[in-house]
């Protein structure tokens, strides 16, 4: 009961990161919203650990949170570098 | 006892998830998403993480989640930090009713070092 809870909300925060995910305007903002949707993912595999009984799963979610930081500290660099010309779109 | 904490922990945790995402839609400019997806999100997952030890009653998995939650308290804001100094850097406009931008005409716009007066 309170794990489908959690997972609606889950689900409806994951959902919204995913509209800014797409509407941007900028690079920077799709960055942020993909660094949230990384975190978001951490909690969810950590809730699904406790849906599931299955305690090994929170590997995953630690591997994600390493990965998650490497990701944006490198789109982070790209934009300073000004590789990419900041545009709206 | 410990089923309640859990529970209350977990529904806490994805509350202040929510509250992250719904802020980084409805904020208006990027140096306010930012703000509301890094402090919100880490205390969302940190919660999360401390319910699910609980649930668990395991020192191998509490002490898994404990590494998740610190390294995410150490990262998030380091990478928040890059991304907005790499977004003011590359241009990205503030909100228009923003009052004050105290950084303007400080960074070199060449070498990206930042001066105690005007640049220009």
């Not at chain 2, 969302?44 to 395991?58: E, K, P, R, S, T």
Request: proline fraction near 3%; glycine fraction near 8%.
């Amino acid at each position: 009961m309170i794990i489908t809870i959690a997972f609606g909300l889950l689900s409806a925060a994951l959902f919204l990161a995913f509209i800014r995910l797409a509407r941007g305007p900028s690079l920077p903002d799709r960055v942020v919203a993909l660094d949230l949707l990384a975190s978001l993912s951490v909690g969810w595999i950590a809730l699904y650990a406790v849906a599931t009984n299955q305690p090994i799963f929170l590997d995953v979610a630690i591997v994600l949170a390493l990965i998650s930081f490497l990701g944006t500290v490198g789109f982070a660099y790209f934009i300073a570098k000004g590789a990419v010309p900041w545009q709206q779109s | 006892m410990a089923a309640i904490l859990s529970a209350l922990l977990i529904l806490v945790g994805t509350f202040f998830m929510l509250v992250a995402a719904l802020g980084v839609v409805r904020f208006p400019d990027l140096y306010m998403r930012l703000h509301s997806s890094t402090k919100s999100a880490t205390l969302g997952v940190g919660c999360v993480m401390l319910g699910a030890a609980i649930h668990f009653n395991d020192v191998g998995f509490a002490t898994q989640a404990l590494a998740i939650t610190l390294f995410l308290l150490v990262t998030a804001p380091v990478a928040a930090h890059l991304l907005g100094r790499a977004a003011y850097l590359s241009g990205v406009p503030l909100w228009e009713h923003t009052l004050s931008d105290e950084l303007r005409g400080r960074y070199d716009q060449v070498t990206h070092d930042l001066a105690s007066t005007d640049t220009k």
